[in-house]
């Protein structure tokens, strides 16, 4: 195995814990508060400190989300990317990804917005989709008065947060509305888990059964083989925006997000894949972990300025 030594430390140390039933697990997170699933965040010793020249402001949409606002001062309209936390549709809210939302600030001088999305089991789909269309028109509705250039506009996201954006983007497409560009960063693409990894993966970090339970809360009853929940068997991939496709080799999610790349580039898409193979799931929630993150933080930068 070919993880860095601190991960596969705390990679053991968590399947341990799991093993004898002290680790997360769907069933705790089940029976944890709505209220501290939403205030979920990494180890403070595990990310960065934010740039000092972002500025957070937090809102909320006509329907109630909460949105929280990422930018740097500037003196002329912003790219816009909305950008979507994971947490298995069911864990996480700012304090998740405000390390990740603020550095995508500071590094592209884009604008970023985060959502505090409803979460399953209590909210299965197609809640977290309509709370991403209010913050998109709550977005719409303030371009002017914020200094948004929504015309040069990106959907991103890490984990259920990458499903949740190929989701949207996908809605966006058939509705006509135009994207410059769409952020996979290890996304889950298909609820049917009929790829290898989705079948049968047993390395560190999450399995296919706890990935099933899952899935199971966010679809609820809906058809786990909707597009809207695995984009990855929507019928046309045509006609999407350029795309960047991240993924981690120690994954359940590992080979979806790859045939999505596939796909993608099959239908004349614009689409970057870039694996990597010596890190596990969920890099850029732990990234001081990490060495050479830098270079994947540079990767996901390049892309998102090239393309807004």
Avoid: C
Wanted: aromatic letters at 8%; zero cysteines; a negative charge.
């Amino acid at each position: 195995m070919s993880l860095p030594p601190k991960v596969h430390a705390l990679m053991g140390v968590t399947d341990f814990l799991t093993k004898v039933g002290l680790g997360v697990t769907p069933e705790k997170i089940k029976a944890t508060s709505m209220e501290k699933r939403l205030a979920s965040a990494p180890p403070k010793w595990s990310i960065d400190p934010h740039p000092a020249d972002v500025i957070v402001t937090d809102h909320e949409t006509d329907s109630g989300i909460r949105v929280r606002l990422f930018r740097v001062p500037a003196n002329t309209p912003q790219p816009f990317l909305l950008y979507i936390h994971g947490g298995g549709w069911s864990v996480g809210g700012f304090p998740s990804t405000d390390h990740i939302t603020a550095r995508l600030a500071h590094d592209t001088g884009i604008a970023v917005l985060a959502v505090e999305y409803r979460l399953a089991p209590e909210h299965p789909y197609p809640a977290a989709l309509e709370d991403l269309e209010s913050a998109l028109a709550w977005a719409d509705a303030h371009a002017g008065d914020l200094g948004f250039d929504m015309s040069r506009l990106a959907v991103g996201g890490d984990s259920a947060g990458g499903n949740l954006a190929a989701a949207l983007t996908l809605r966006l497409r058939d509705s006509g509305r135009p994207l410059s560009a769409q952020l996979l960063i290890y996304p889950a693409l298909d609820a049917t888990m009929s790829t290898p990894s989705g079948q049968s993966y047993s390395g560190p970090g999450a399995k296919p059964a706890a990935l099933s339970t899952v899935w199971d809360w966010y679809a609820g009853g809906a058809d786990r083989a909707n597009p809207e929940i695995s984009p990855l068997l929507a019928p046309d991939v045509s006609g999407l925006p350029p795309t960047l496709v991240m993924t981690a080799a120690y994954d359940v999610l590992h080979d979806e997000g790859e045939a999505y790349a596939v796909r993608l580039r099959e239908a004349g898409v614009p689409t970057t894949f870039v694996d990597h193979p010596d890190w596990p799931h969920a890099f850029f929630s732990l990234p001081k972990l990490y060495p050479g993150i830098d270079k994947a933080w540079q990767t996901v930068a390049d892309f998102l300025r090239r393309n807004l």
